[in-house]
């Protein structure tokens, strides 16, 4: 780029970091223009959040040099970052619950913040001029997820603010508010604040961002303008010639129905949790469903009822059926002794325990694998297992004793999923199963899911990623404020349809009925 | 029931409310940013013995209230320094913290035991003293449940309108957020648990010096636990904790009352009253789910350091 170092607004010169056990950053080189909207693009892994902490203040370079607006810096901490004019949205919000918009935004504004009237018409203005609309006197706890990432930019831009770095902004929203956002960071930026979009989606940043910086490894692997530059060819920047990359599936129908839900309804008695209204669901022997939607729509409490973490009463039993049989008031393992695998959503704590070494948590799940006599264990088949369970699904480990806690969260992921698949399940329900795994991982288990549904088991996946739903799923549908759509063939639906029904119009033209409990009330 | 009774009992209801208020007030601060200090039974107590030892040796009480304040914040900055900073289980450091208080006031007091002070006199404020029922509650009390008045109001306007109370409440909330933010967790907690230990302090300097002027072993009998239980059960709201004080004040008086008019039931029972009839109404109180979970502070009692 031939710019002179005066007129960026950012210039990051040779920043290195390394932490025990890695190089995060290597070297690494960045430069934004005022005004522009520059995109930080990389696998999990490849040093983005590492490079944008050092920007924000967060941690410190080991060696390197940023240079903001002309004149070297040294970022100490958040707070001279925002007093320099950067304004950061985190990918998991740094809001308080319990505290209304306006008080959740006094408090980072310190006493600039002036008096609660001031700042509500401050904050009414704000947003008014970005299209962001918000109520400052409401609980952030009764918000949306859209909504709170609203109140966090509208956070950083109640400050004079020169340059907005967003983490992943768009993994929580569905496709249109996702193109609402997008529309206020090209008004941000025409008005001359610079944009650092960091993103692993190629489609948006090629849509939204004039320049891009790829990271992989921890080395800059390439600049380039997106809009010049194919998916493929910003794929093969961002993990080099990895295969699978363009993988497609054939989409089957599937035999007899194995897993059927029946009008479930739970009223949860969590205020901040979702409740599942008559979700009605069959997912059949054979087949891959998959269900969208964005977080705390219900995903949660719908897993906890299919893996049975949260029981129903025994005259319940049928809203939830194993092969006909009625399974919603028996235990986890009870179910599994029927055929259930299942792949939580929060791997530690749920999917493995983080102090126990990998082959006791392999035991933990496949204790009917043969693995326990007489209610001794096996020692030597456990471990024989997990070893197993590392080598099929290349688990980078030092071995099979290592505590679950200290692999990375891609690694476990595929010790997990590994772990039920190779119990040769009937029903594998899995949530995000390639949440936070590089390409090449995820690429690994879209085969090995491909092959369990192939060898004739039913899979339930749920995933807020609709690439990869799109990719692996023979049927389709999505959760809405715990409403399930139709499941649709995938091959007959489109991306702009089923963010439809992640926002809750599930039919062409909702009835007002429908939409009033799409939307419930706030709490009060 | 005439009216003299009835004034009498009220008056009683808000001296014997007080130490809990007071108690109460310190450790609500100290939840709400997040930290669970189990050894408010021992602060007061060290406190009561201090503030009884020093008013006796100088004869001053009011340089017996300020040392006994002392006192707890001392002991609660042992609390602090073990707790926050070397992030030891908040829980087991507020036990050992009871324990120490209660074996160090019995040592420190032994000599002390019995002895006579004449503590704070009840000053009535003419005319408004005379008010019928509430008159002698509110007007006719000692300065120290004057100043549990004050207390009250500022606890109240610093955690509901100031932005002190917001910070307060964002650490207990959200430490990780408001570290982000830039807002010091670990000082805003040493102080809310210091803050907790010089209300403790002043309380036991109220039983020493106001409520019993004299010094005995254990002299708090177990108030400490029951102002943790009015936190907690008057979820985390400043004046649902004043109405459980003198909740408990009262059913204190009614046993009390109960008694001298000769009511043929066991006195070990009627000495339950305060602590069942408090606990009863504040877990009816706390029944909403959604209001508990707003109030309660989300990170109490969990260990945090920045720098993750």
């Not at chain 1, 009605?280 to 719908?302: F, K, Y």
């Not at chain 1, 926002?503 to 409990?517: K, L, T, V, Y």
């Not at chain 2, 070990?268 to 009816?284: D, G, R, S």
């Amino acid at each position: 780029m031939s710019v002179s170092p005066e007129s960026l607004r950012l210039q990051m010169r040779g920043i290195s970091k390394r932490y025990p056990g890695c190089l995060a950053n290597d070297r690494i080189d960045l430069n934004i223009q005022p005004g522009e909207i520059h995109a930080l693009l990389g696998e999990n892994g490849a040093g983005k959040s590492t490079l944008m902490k050092i920007i924000y203040g967060v941690t410190q370079p080991d060696s390197g040099e940023i240079v903001w607006r002309g004149k070297p810096v040294k970022m100490r901490d958040p707070a001279m970052a925002r007093s320099l004019g950067i304004g950061m949205v985190f990918q998991h919000f740094s809001l308080f619950e319990t505290l209304t918009v306006a008080e959740n935004i006094a408090l980072a504004m310190g006493r600039a913040a002036g008096t609660p009237k001031q700042l509500e018409g401050r904050i009414r203005e704000v947003s008014q001029r970005y299209g962001m609309a918000l109520e400052p006197e409401r609980l952030v706890h009764s918000l949306s997820i859209g909504e709170r990432q609203r109140v966090e930019i509208v956070r950083c831009l109640m400050q004079d603010i020169e340059l907005l770095i967003l983490d992943e902004p768009t993994s929580v929203l569905t496709p249109q508010e996702a193109d609402e956002l997008f529309a206020t960071l090209r008004r941000l930026a025409a008005e001359g604040c610079s944009i650092l979009f960091i993103s692993h989606k190629l489609g948006e940043v090629r849509a939204l961002c004039h320049g891009a910086t790829v990271l992989r490894g921890g080395k800059v692997s390439g600049h380039c303008v997106p809009r010049d530059c194919s998916d493929l060819e910003l794929a093969r920047l961002m993990v080099g010639d990895a295969e699978g990359l363009e993988s497609t599936y054939a989409k089957v129908q599937g035999g007899e129905h194995f897993l059927q839900v029946n009008e479930l309804s739970w009223e949860n008695a969590d205020p901040f949790g979702t409740s599942l209204r008559a979700i009605n669901l069959e997912v059949r022997s054979g087949e891959i469903v998959g269900i969208a939607g964005v977080a705390g729509n219900g995903q949660d409490e719908l897993l906890a009822m299919l893996s049975g973490e949260q029981l129903l009463h025994k005259r319940d039993a049928a809203s939830i059926r194993f092969a006909g049989e009625p399974v919603a008031n028996l235990r986890p393992d009870a179910r599994r002794k029927l055929g259930l695998a299942f792949v939580p959503a929060e791997r530690l704590g749920h999917g493995a325990v983080p102090d126990m070494s990998l082959s006791d948590n392999a035991l933990l799940t496949a204790f009917q694998q043969g693995l326990v006599s007489n209610g001794l264990i096996k020692r030597n088949k456990v471990v024989a297992f997990a070893e197993e369970i590392i080598r099929r699904f290349a688990v980078k480990t030092p071995d099979a004793e290592t505590p679950a806690g200290s692999l990375s969260g891609g690694n476990l992921q595929k010790f997990i999923l590994g772990r039920e698949i190779m119990q040769k399940p009937k029903l594998l329900v899995a949530a995000h199963p390639t949440w936070g795994v590089d390409v090449g991982a995820a690429a690994a288990i879209h085969r090995a899911l491909i092959a369990l549904r192939d060898a004739g088991a039913a899979i339930l996946v749920i995933s807020e990623d609709l690439d990869e739903l799109f990719q692996i799923c023979d049927r389709i549908g999505a959760l809405s404020s715990g409403k399930l759509s139709a499941l649709t063939d995938t091959p007959s639906t489109c991306q702009v349809e089923v963010g439809r029904w992640m926002a809750g119009e599930f039919g062409a033209n909702p009835s007002p009925i429908d939409q009033a409990a799409a939307n419930p009330a706030p709490l009060s | 029931m005439d009216i003299d009774l009835l004034t009498n009992i009220f008056y009683a209801m808000v001296r014997t409310g007080t130490p809990l208020l007071l108690v109460a007030l310190g450790e609500l601060v100290c939840e709400k940013s997040g930290v669970l200090n189990l050894g408010q039974e021992g602060m007061m107590l060290f406190g009561a013995v201090i503030g009884f030892i020093v008013a006796f040796s100088t004869g001053s009480l009011w340089l017996g209230v300020l040392l006994a304040i002392a006192a707890g914040m001392l002991l609660s900055l042992l609390f602090a320094i073990v707790a926050l900073g070397f992030n030891a289980n908040q829980v087991a450091t507020g036990l050992a913290l009871t324990i120490f208080g209660v074996g160090l006031s019995t040592f420190a007091g032994a000599a002390w035991v019995g002895k006579p002070l004449t503590g704070f006199e009840p000053i009535a404020l003419p005319y408004l003293s005379d008010i019928p029922l509430i008159g002698r509650m509110l007007f006719a009390q000692d300065l120290l449940v004057y100043l549990s008045f004050a207390l009250f109001a500022l606890v109240a306007w610093v955690m509901l309108k100031t932005r002190i109370g917001l910070i307060i409440q964002a650490v207990g909330e959200n430490p990780d957020a408001a570290s982000a933010m830039g807002l010091p967790v670990l000082r805003v907690r040493t102080l809310a648990v210091m803050f907790g230990g010089a209300m403790a302090g002043l309380a036991g300097s109220y039983l020493s010096l106001a409520y019993t002027p004299m010094w005995a072993e254990n002299m708090t009998a177990g108030r400490g636990w029951i102002a943790l239980a009015l936190v907690v059960f008057a979820s985390w709201r400043v004046f649902r904790v004043l109405l459980g004080a003198y909740l408990f004040g009262l059913a204190s008086i009614v046993h009390l009352v109960a008694q001298g008019i000769g009511i043929s039931v066991s006195s070990n029972l009627l000495a339950m009253l305060p602590y069942v009839a408090t606990i009863v109404v504040l877990v009816l109180l706390s029944r909403d789910a959604i209001k508990t979970r707003l109030f309660a502070p989300v990170s109490l009692g969990k260990p945090w350091q920045s720098g993750h």
